[in-house]
């Protein structure tokens, strides 16, 4: 009886994925910055999954790396997780098409019904999709194409599906991402900007905004569990200082910084890191 | 007139609109030896037609017995269109033989004509009221006949007639199969009006209410007929629905006869709901909540209302429970009826087997609590209420447009790719199949931008723009018409949604006081229903609905019938109302009976705009004005101008939607202040031409109920909604158009004629007449300027006919000026007329520059001859059409722009709606130690349908005198532009 949209923000599960060491020189990346520091990165991805499991208390389902697989980690592109629904996607970098193949597997453990894209020539990462609670926004971006955008659609007919744009970045999430029910993070560079007002305009629902300084810092987790209300993993102090004054003035969350200094360096934002399932929901 | 009762149908029509407009008896009796004498020649004219169409005595069967027959082939009636004075009578002659009736009726109906021709004549204006065509009726039994014919107007009486009914009824069949061996082919046809018309609404339950009505009734009708049945009181969400032939499914519009919109034979509608409520939690019964219901499984089962598998079986699971209860291991019902119930176009075994596992799980859900869950997943979908319309955007892309509560929404496949809110939206319009939306200019941005559309044809863009209009009505506005101000600017477009907003309704429900009505649900209705058992609703019932049906139905009849005298009456009285509307700033609004009875009947054989506007300055009004400008001493003279600029888009052959744009500049100079208000509208007035056949067919239309072969610019609002011809009719009476054509000509002669109107001259503008009038009125600087009377013009009528498809323009500008001095000699007199003949003509006098500066055609004054002539013979390739109407005010010193000044300040002010935009100028200039403030407003109208431009202008100029009533008008133009568009399909 819980009907649609129910309860967003709360997660039973989570899919995670070890960090091949093959991240540090193949992973794909957008910029041209410094070298990945591995075992900072592993650490941090310690943290993240100690988080989740311990802290917040899912059940977090730990892949193995696959060497093959440089950005294995960022699970996130793989699926797309909505209700007892999972998308498997067709990532838009041929190197990760195969990241697919465990996920789904884990998906599929999990008893979530699956659907996969059958187009080959649909593209869609799983990081360009921002699931509000009420309806989805995909951005058409490097990774992803209006046909996966298409199929997206067809995989959730309950909800609308805008398209937006992604100008800069690489994915939508890469400067925004759910703070709260209705309340979208958003960086304040000008495709970001941009790219909220397009959203704000496809809606038929109003969204608060919350504005960072920095577009990495508004990537962040946003979870509502029993017994812990609102949760928020977001951004160190360390990383985006500014912004994290901003998150930290948020009332009534339970706030939690985790460091994210060094996947970022191959695009990699907290939500990459993970799937989130609500199996609670499920019969 | 009266000696021109040449062809029967033209008697006829005249008998009708006689009827419809039913004036004081007492002018009736008072004239009886003309009547007399009209008598002798009805008869003689009805025998010869007789003759010739080889009928005999069949011709004088009263109309209502046909009906009777018509009805009693499809199902019993229960009303008899007869008064009750006279219905006993008429009866018992009946029963006793077929051939008594006849006689009595032959007589009655001649006497009824004669009358009804005596009445036309004798009373120049008419101030048709219900109340004096019942009295009418009343008081003379022999019409009673008369009142069959017209069995709308017995409405009125339904009670009376109610309690009669059952014996009607017996009567009525036993005398039919007498009277069948009268009719002929030619006679049914002929007498279609009367016809009673059986109706086929599939229901959301799918089944099949059947009931009649009276041909001519009104959508409106019909609805109530079917809310009745199902007990709705919350009925303002839905509406009911017809496929048109092109296999289109359009909404039935309640205001417009239902004959008009179907275009063919087939009665067929189903109820559907048109606005889904948002929340349906705030609907006040639980009845129509259920219907709700029953219309979102239906949009879920076919898909038309995506969702996913564990929706689909939620909802299921819901629907099981509303109908069957709580779930019950033993009884096998529920499972026979998932078994044949679609719950999902991809229904499965596991689907279903997941809806009867959710179905136990709501044990102890009432129906209603059922409904509302169902209803409270169902709105949340994302496709909720959104009605889509296949489109193409500007690249050629196929894409869908969706049109809800909140907006309109853009998809591409599944995907929304666009949405534009409704406060986003400025403007909606369409032209031929482009559909356009003007956007508000964002935050950042500085001009507004519009976005088009292309569908499929203009059909479809007119469709969607209407839905579009609907929504945005239902859901956005308290009140579909706003008041006085908002009046104004609704001139432009005729089509507007007729029904209570939301607000309205939601306000309505909370004064609902009834116990919960008990319904029967579906899965129990399935099982004991029949078909046959389903009501029939006759006429007569009908008639009982009320005086609002009552009256609509009459106030259509008048508007469709209208003889040639009838059109000289009503342009007398359009002068009047004019001149009432400019002089007297407070007076009440026009009535929309008057501007309705407006005549504008033109005989298209060709599609042509007929426009009269009479334009007369009495003087003795004038004073009246002056009055309330202070004349002399102190205050200034105030004048203002009003522009307003109207486009029609005329489409042709098929139907096509008309654009028309309406500006109305009002600008008032005075002495002290100035200020000038131009309100310019513009309106898009799509309307139909129809290729030949289909002109012709309208034309005969006519002749059944006039209002769509005329595309008059003129129409007001009100008219607009019955006579635009906005669909293409059914032609049933070929032979009649061309019977009329003959007529239609004379008519049109006569409307061009200008009516004699008094005092003033009436001034029609050809360019020197505008300037001439112009540099008088400049000259006197005595008030009242305000008061121009009105001078009447038929402003073009451009036939376009080419079979392929022309399009005419039009373009008429008449100045009007008040004179300063009393009696001034009438600045043009007459009507100068400048007709081109030439297949593009140009504007020959535009006291402006014309807003469409392409193939023009300026006729200041048409005389009718003329007119008609070039309608024949011309074959335009004009594809817009223009009528500019200027009004001119006196001004003080010669022109009031002339002084140079020294400019203070100027501002403009740019505010849209929906339809309109308004453009406001405000200049403050210094003279010579005077300040002088102008204000000029523009107001542009965007709409479907015809503008009325006498009533525009009026409109303008009262409301400019409102809200400056301390600055005169010196200036009004109107200026219309039609597009006719060549039709593809």
């Known amino acids: 009886m819980a009907g649609l949209r129910s309860g967003f923000g709360r997660y039973t599960h989570a899919i995670v994925r070890g960090i091949p060491e093959s991240l540090a020189k193949e992973a794909l990346r957008t910029g041209t910055g410094e070298e990945v520091d591995l075992a900072k990165a592993q650490r941090e991805e310690e943290a993240y999954v100690e988080v989740l499991r311990t802290q917040l208390g899912l059940e977090v389902v730990e892949l193995p790396a696959d060497e093959s697989l440089p950005d294995c980690v960022f699970v996130e592109d793989a699926a797309v997780v909505c209700g007892d629904t999972a998308l498997i996607t067709i990532p838009g970098a041929p190197s990760r098409r195969r990241e697919t193949e465990a996920i789904k597997a884990a998906l599929k453990d999990l008893n979530l019904n699956i659907v996969e894209m059958a187009d080959e020539n649909a593209t869609l990462d799983g990081g360009d999709v921002l699931f509000t609670g009420q309806e989805f926004f995909v951005g058409l971006s490097k990774r992803t194409n209006q046909r996966g955008a298409e199929i997206l659609a067809d995989a959730f007919k309950d909800y609308a599906v805008s398209t937006v744009p992604v100008m800069e970045g690489l994915h939508l999430k890469s400067f925004c991402s759910m703070g709260g029910p209705g309340l979208i993070v958003i960086g304040s560079s000008e495709p970001a900007q941009k790219a909220l007002k397009t959203m704000q305009q496809m809606s038929d629902h109003r969204y608060d905004k919350l504005t960072v300084p920095d577009d990495g810092a508004a990537n962040c987790i946003y979870m509502n569990l029993p017994n812990k209300g609102h949760v928020l993993l977001h951004c160190t102090p360390e990383q985006y200082p500014e912004s994290a004054k901003v998150f930290e003035k948020l009332k009534d969350y339970t706030l939690i910084p985790l460091s994210n200094l060094e996947k970022v360096k191959v695009d990699g934002a907290l939500t990459c890191c993970s799937v989130l399932i609500n199996k609670k929901a499920n019969m | ?985």
């Open chain 2, 1 to 985: 007139m009266t000696t021109e009762v040449g062809s029967e149908t033209e008697v006829k029509e005249k008998a009708e609109e006689s009827v419809a407009q039913s004036e004081p008896s007492e002018n009736v009796t008072e004239e009886t030896n003309e009547v007399a004498n009209i008598e002798g020649e009805v008869e003689e004219s009805q025998k010869e037609k007789d003759g010739k169409e080889g009928k005999g005595i069949s011709r004088y069967l009263p109309t209502w017995l046909k009906k009777q027959k018509s009805q009693s082939q499809t199902s019993p009636t229960k009303e008899i269109p007869l008064t009750e004075k006279t219905a006993g009578k008429v009866r018992q002659e009946e029963e006793v033989n077929g051939h008594a009736e006849e006689v009595e009726e032959k007589e009655a109906g001649k006497s009824d004509q004669v009358k009804e021709k005596e009445a036309e004549c004798h009373s120049s204006t008419s101030a048709d009221t219900e109340p004096a065509k019942e009295e009418k009726v009343q008081e003379s039994p022999e019409k009673s006949l008369e009142k069959a014919e017209v069995t709308k107007e017995g409405e009125g009486e339904k009670e009376q007639k109610k309690e009669q009914e059952g014996k009607a009824e017996g009567q009525q069949e036993g005398e039919e199969g007498q009277n069948s061996i009268f009719q002929s082919p030619l006679r049914l046809v002929r007498k279609a009006k009367m016809k009673l018309v059986v109706c086929h609404v599939t229901l959301l339950d799918e089944t099949v209410y059947t009931c009649e009505v009276e041909k001519r009734a009104k959508g409106q009708y019909l609805f109530f007929k079917v809310c009745e049945h199902l007990n709705l009181l919350e009925k303002d969400y839905f509406g009911l629905t017809y496929v048109d032939s092109h296999d289109q499914k359009c909404w039935l519009d309640p205001t417009k006869e239902i004959k008009r919109q179907i275009r063919s034979n087939n009665w067929q509608f189903a109820f559907n709901v048109k606005f889904y409520p948002p929340d349906p939690s705030q609907l006040t019964e639980d009845i129509t909540r259920y219907l709700l219901c029953l219309q979102l499984r239906e949009d879920v089962a076919s898909g038309r209302l995506p969702c996913s598998f564990v929706t689909h079986t939620l909802l299921g699971s819901y629907t099981l429970q509303a109908e069957f209860g709580d779930y019950e291991p033993d009884q096998p019902r529920p499972v026979d009826y998932i078994n044949h119930q679609t719950f999902a176009p991809n229904q499965n075994k596991e689907m279903e087997e997941k809806i009867v596992e959710l179905h136990k799980s709501h044990r102890g859900m009432t129906p209603a609590q059922a409904d509302s869950q169902f209803l409270e997943n169902a709105k949340k979908l994302s496709m909720y209420g959104v009605d889509l319309h296949h489109a193409k955007d500007s690249e050629g892309v196929d894409i869908m447009l969706g049109v809800c509560a909140n907006g309109l929404l853009v998809y591409k496949d599944r995907l929304r790719i666009n949405r534009f809110a409704w406060p986003k939206i400025l403007k909606i319009s369409y032209k031929r199949n482009n559909f356009y939306i003007k956007i508000r200019p964002g935050e950042t941005e500085q001009f507004e931008s519009t976005v088009g559309f292309k569908l499929q044809n203009h059909r479809s863009a007119k469709r969607l723009w209407k839905v579009c209009v609907e929504n945005h009505s239902f859901f956005r506005l308290n009140t579909p018409e706003p008041p006085t101000k908002a009046r104004f600017l609704t001139l432009g477009s005729k089509f507007r949604y007729s029904g209570r907003t939301q607000a309205q309704t939601r306000l309505a429900s909370t004064l609902i006081d009834r116990p919960a009505p008990s319904f029967e649900r579906t899965s129990s209705k399935r099982i004991s229903r029949s078909l046959d058992g389903a009501p029939v609703i006759s006429i007569t019932e009908a008639g009982k609905d009320g005086a609002e049906n009552g009256r609509e139905l009459h106030s259509d009849s008048k508007d469709h019938d209208k003889t040639q005298e009838e059109v000289l009456k009503h342009q007398a009285s359009i002068s009047q109302l004019k001149r009432s509307f400019m002089e007297a700033p407070p007076p009440s609004p026009p009535q929309p009976n008057q501007w309705e009875t407006r005549l504008t009947s033109s005989p298209t054989t060709t599609m042509r705009v007929q426009q009269q506007i009479v334009v007369s300055e009495p003087q003795a009004e004038a004073a009246a004005a002056a009055d309330n400008t202070p004349s002399d001493t102190k205050e200034p003279v105030k004048t203002t101008e009003v522009e307003i600029e109207e486009m029609v888009v005329v489409k042709e052959v098929s139907k096509a939607p008309k654009p028309g744009i309406v500006t109305v500049t009002v600008s008032s100079p005075a002495e002290q202040e100035t200020r000038e208000q131009e309100v310019p509208v513009v309106q898009e007035v799509p309307v139909l031409v129809e290729a030949i056949v289909k002109k012709q067919e309208s034309v005969s239309s006519e002749s059944e109920s006039d209002g769509e072969a005329e595309y008059h610019p003129n129409v007001s609002v009100s008219i607009s909604h019955t006579q635009i011809p906005e669909e293409k009719e059914e032609d049933e009476e070929l032979e009649k158009e061309e019977e009329k054509r003959p007529e239609n000509d004379v008519l049109v002669v006569d409307a061009s004629s200008p009516p004699a109107e008094g005092s003033q001259p009436v001034e029609v503008t050809s360019r020197q007449a505008e300037e001439s009038s112009i540099e008088k009125a400049g000259e006197e600087k005595e008030e009242e300027v305000d008061e121009m009377e009105e001078s009447t013009d038929d402003p073009m009528v451009t036939p376009d006919e080419a079979p392929n498809g022309l399009t005419p323009h039009e373009e008429s500008v008449i100045t009007m000026a008040g004179p300063a001095e009393e009696e001034e000699e009438p600045k043009m007199n007459g009507e100068a007329a400048l007709v081109q003949t030439e297949p593009r003509p140009q504007v020959i006098c535009c006291s402006e520059p014309p807003v469409v500066k392409t193939e023009m055609v300026t006729i200041s004054d048409t005389f009718a001859a003329q007119k008609t002539e070039i309608a024949t013979k011309e074959v335009p390739i004009v594809h817009t059409e223009t009528k500019t109407i200027t009004y001119e005010a006196a001004q003080l010193d010669g022109s009031g722009d002339g002084e140079p000044g020294v400019l203070m300040t100027a501002q403009t002010i740019t505010s849209e709606s929906l339809c309109t935009t308004t453009t406001t100028h405000i200049t403050k200039t210094l003279k010579g130690g005077l300040s002088e403030t102008r204000i000029e407003k523009r107001i542009v109208i965007t709409g479907d349908c015809d503008i009325d431009h006498d009533e525009a202008l009026a409109q303008a100029i009262k409301e400019a005198k409102e809200q400056h009533p301390d600055m005169s008008v010196t200036r009004v133009v109107v200026h219309k532009e039609t597009e006719l568009a060549e039709e593809e399909d």
